[in-house]
């Protein structure tokens, strides 16, 4: 028997993806966050593109920090009908994805470490939907400082 994940969900949970409102100031430091189940973007970035896409949001270019995944995928990857651009660079946040959209749109998501456990992963989905400013010290809570430390959010109520 083969067990397929269906695209957008974690132990049957959709918590993998959350995007400011459209309504929301655009002031913030991110759009919102993304949470992969592991450190490879050939694996990840099409469950990424296909939770976006049951959103409405198309991707067209993916960038991200090199140093952040285990490997590069290739610098162009078919994702259903779509041909989307990857490229990996040095200087970005190792904390951060960076998607064009739409055409033209920039769209800077949180990335949730993949080792995460589930309530801070959900926490941290929670508070990427909220606005955000440079000062906000929720940007500290969301982020872990190395990849194999998880850092619990603290001060924040479920629900």
Do not use: C, H
């Amino acid at each position: 028997m083969t067990v397929q994940r269906a695209a957008g969900f974690r132990n049957g949970i959709d918590v993998r993806v959350r995007l400011r409102p459209a309504t929301a100031a655009t002031d913030g430091t991110f759009d919102g966050a993304w949470w992969p189940r592991s450190r490879l973007l050939s694996v990840e970035l099409p469950e990424l593109a296909a939770a976006l896409q049951s959103l409405g949001v198309r991707i067209d270019r993916f960038t991200y920090a090199v140093g952040a995944w285990d490997e590069p995928p290739a610098r162009k990857m078919l994702i259903g009908d779509r041909t989307v651009r990857t490229g990996g660079f040095a200087s970005m946040d190792q904390q951060l994805v960076s998607l064009t959209v739409d055409g033209e749109r920039r769209v800077d998501l949180l990335v949730v470490p993949p080792e995460a456990d589930a309530l801070t992963g959900v926490r941290a989905l929670r508070l990427a939907g909220l606005r955000e400013d440079a000062g906000n010290p929720q940007r500290g809570l969301l982020t872990a400082p190395s990849r194999s430390q998880v850092v619990p959010l603290t001060g924040v109520r479920a629900g």
